[in-house]
Nanobody
């Protein structure tokens, strides 16, 4: 059974940094692209970024480009989201997800991902 567990969320002041982690199990993690999404109250789930299965390529939403960085450690079955220059509008629950299809390309639509973690709350104050 595939399981994804996010951690690292919390409360931070605007301009601060957080590093989110996602621990994966139950699948040959290294063969699947991974994505990060977020969802703020009353809004739809939003793409944040994705990383290829080897980790050599990344894709980011325009809203986080230049501030957030995704990385992965396939030996540890971990994916990370380094968030710098946080803004109040980054406040949301952050989810990691595995892409459908082994060796597939990364994608920015939630329906292209099949397993999701429970999420971790990130709150950015002024």
């Amino acid at each position: 059974q595939v399981q994804l567990v996010e951690s690292g969320g919390g409360l931070v002041q605007a301009g601060g940094s957080l590093r989110l982690s996602c621990a994966a199990s139950g699948r040959t993690f290294s063969r699947y692209p991974m994505g990060w999404f977020r969802q703020a109250p009353g809004l739809e789930r939003e793409f944040v970024g994705a990383i290829s299965w080897r980790g050599g390529s990344t894709l980011y939403a325009d809203s986080v480009k230049g501030r957030f960085t995704i990385s992965r450690d396939n030996a540890k079955n971990m994916v990370y989201l380094q968030m710098n220059g946080l803004k109040p509008e980054d406040t949301a629950i952050y989810f990691c997800a595995t892409r459908k299809g082994m060796y597939s390309t990364y994608a920015n639509q939630p329906e292209e991902y099949d397993y999701w973690g429970q999420g971790t709350q990130v709150t950015v104050s002024l």
